[in-house]
């Protein structure tokens, strides 16, 4: 027979405020930690959610009011020693999302923090972030993810440097581009310029719609 | 209040047979698919296992005899629909072993199976297995985790298709080699070396100490 286990989702939304990857916290409603900042989560409803996604999206939508267009499991967190209910599993998922669509939730109690500046939170919160920053800076190197990062237009040099604040380093602009030529996942907005100074308007890209809310990956790396 | 849901790890253990990737099956002992092969695994047993990682190595052992030296968290599965029993998670790792590991466990009911060969397994195996043969693939381009299904000593030849066969693809000797420097896990055994028919006898290496349970990673890929 089992003993009674405690089974939740968790949700490191991820976006960037001033060129920098932060965290959306929120103000814990109850105990264990209430009032304290944490992650979004919350238990597993088993007879509402078919699944974990499920729940991760259930939980976010309620907690936030955000529905992230990409949400990828991390890795699940577990054991005696995390949670001062007892024994626990934290099933996590990653969301990346443009810092519009967090202010646009409107949602009390939502702390946005660059991820290199937190204090200590409440369970292994804080390695759970550190964990999905090291996914997403890795993956970062291969894939289309630091785009969702970005509001629904952009320019190239803009998305470089998203992809510059989740990699936590320079890229060339010439093998970037190369590099985005190959993911194939923008168009150009037609007629949709944005100015620079002095400098010639640069052309404003966005999405395709078929990778709003599909991952694109490269073979060989950035 | 939470219903009650069903908290299990399984294991996909990994070996070569016959230079083709293959899963370790065990015929289970209880319902539900009595009798049948499946993937190993069991109950998390709060009050006996301090994480996730503590109950996979417990379920391997006390149903294998295997002790694998490296075990990595792959995926947890989890929803309605997977165990006829109720709400299930189960979080699955991964190990890889050489086959003679597995030939000593002598452990009864154990069935070997080149990955390609499956039939329709329980539960949702054949996607587990799917996802590990997936994530195994990707990883072999910049780790040295194919390592892990040598024997204690092999030679350079021998260790290149037991990559290739990881990989599903060929390889260049030359970059192969120049990638195995780079990692840097191996160390030649002293005076040790293979005869291959009528070619110059091959040296014969093996993991350097640190690194018998602790993958290296590329920072670019083969």
Redesign the interface.
């Known amino acids: 027979m089992?003993?009674?286990?405690?089974?939740t989702v968790d949700i490191v939304l991820l976006t960037l405020q001033q060129q920098r990857l932060s965290v959306t916290l929120i103000k814990r409603d109850n105990p264990p930690f209430q009032t304290m900042a944490a992650l979004p989560g919350g238990?597993?409803?088993?007879?509402e959610?078919?699944?974990?996604l499920?729940a991760a999206l259930r939980i976010l939508s309620t907690k936030t009011g955000i529905v992230p267009p990409y949400l990828e499991?991390l890795?699940?967190f577990?054991?005696?020693?995390r949670d001062p209910r007892?024994?626990s599993?934290s099933?996590v998922y990653f969301a990346l999302v443009a810092s519009e669509v967090i202010t646009a939730a409107q949602h009390d109690g939502l702390v946005v923090c660059a991820v290199d500046d937190l204090w200590h939170l409440p369970f292994d919160h804080n390695d759970i972030i550190a964990a999905a920053v090291a996914r997403i800076r890795n993956k970062s190197y291969y894939s289309s993810l630091p785009c969702y990062l970005a509001g629904p237009m952009f320019t190239l040099p803009g998305l470089q440097k998203i992809y510059e604040a989740c990699l936590g380093e320079s890229l060339n602009k010439v093998s970037f581009r190369r590099k985005m030529d190959e993911l194939n996942v923008l168009e150009p907005v037609s007629g949709q310029t944005e100015a620079h100074g002095a400098h010639r308007p640069a052309q404003l890209y966005r999405l395709k719609a078929q990778f709003k809310n599909q991952l694109q990956l490269l073979s060989?790396?950035l």
Chains 1, 2 share one sequence.
């Open positions: 089992q003993q009674s286990i405690i089974a238990y597993i409803h088993a007879q959610d078919n699944n974990c499920d499991q890795q699940t577990a054991g005696i020693a007892g024994w599993m099933v060989r790396g």
